[in-house]
């Protein structure tokens, strides 16, 4: 096991120097010019000139591609463009906002859409079952700004039960955590229900049942490990995504967190700023998966046994 998750730690190297090259390299074509944007169009040439120099924007592409590598291997990412201040202390400070959304969305999707799916696929058919598929189809349907913005309206101009943006208290979470949460939770429901209909036609379901076992000892201890599978790699799929792509219910509810700041330094071409956003959100998306894949030894023997060997 060790050996596989040292193997798995190094694949984060080619990742993220894949991941950086793109990311500079994107940066590097967007249209604009630094010092202009910094400045303003009105400073002088000299004035944009001699910050362009500072600033190193007036070296070729690879050789600040390289210099940012070299630099970043030794633990310096370099100063935002805008702030001059190190590029992770603006990070760090907003990453427990995009945490803390992005938890509570993927474990209110997990506990919506992982029971009712099972219900679903228990009582396939029944009304129960209509009832929940055609409501995961509509949720799923709908844009998350859209279904951010109809919250708004209800819940916080016309209801008045919660605050509309910010995010100083814990009901400033609930709006945004319920509109990220309601597609995730549509998917989980959506699958759960199918691979549960998957496991339940399988032999051992039937000889289960045929040596009198309940029908809630079958679903909880026999079929759900084995159904929870790909549900745990969606969930953990679904949860780095939040992470990283909760910038539009971030811009909704105006949160700040790391996607509102990444928006922002890309609109102002501080690469620093964007490229040490991308591979935190890019190193923690890895990690995640990797735990998705220790979860999946952890559910079923079969895999933890091909860990060991």
């Known amino acids: 096991m060790a050996k596989y998750v040292t193997k798995r730690l190094l694949l984060l190297i080619p990742i993220l120097l894949g991941v950086s090259f793109i990311i500079f390299t994107i940066m590097n074509m967007i ?135 910010g995010a100083d208290t814990a009901q400033s979470f609930i709006l945004p955590i319920v509109t990220l949460s309601l597609p995730g939770a549509a998917e989980i429901l959506r699958l759960t229900r199918s691979t549960m209909l998957e496991v339940i036609r399988q032999d051992y379901i039937r000889t289960a049942k045929a040596k009198g076992a309940s029908n809630a000892a079958v679903i909880w201890k026999h079929a759900l490990k084995n159904a929870l599978l790909p549900v745990i790699t969606v969930a953990g799929m679904h949860f780095g995504a939040l992470l990283g792509g909760s910038v539009i219910t971030e811009s909704v509810f105006a949160m700040p967190g790391v996607g509102t700041l990444a928006i922002d330094a890309i609109r102002s071409k501080d690469t620093p700023q964007v490229m040490a956003a991308v591979l935190l959100l890019a190193t923690l998306f890895c990690v995640i998966m990797l735990i998705v894949d220790l979860l999946y030894a952890f559910i079923d023997p079969r895999i933890r046994s091909r860990y060991s060997k």
């Open 31 to 165: 249209p604009g010019d630094v010092a202009s944007l910094i400045l303003g169009d009105t400073a002088p040439q000299s004035a944009k000139n001699e910050l362009m120099a500072e600033l190193g924007l007036n070296r070729p592409f690879w050789i600040r591609y390289i210099d940012y590598v070299w630099d970043a291997l030794h633990g310096d990412f370099g100063l935002s463009y805008r702030t001059r201040t190190p590029v992770f202390d603006e990070i760090f400070a907003r990453f427990p906002t995009t945490f803390k959304l992005a938890a509570g969305a993927m474990l209110l999707s997990v506990a919506i859409g992982v029971p009712l799916g099972i219900l679903s696929a228990v009582k396939q058919y029944s009304a129960l079952d209509v009832i929940n598929s055609v409501t995961a189809m509509f949720v799923s349907s709908i844009p998350a700004f859209w279904l951010g913005l109809l919250s708004i309206l209800l819940f916080a101009l016309k209801l008045g039960w919660l605050p509309s943006n």
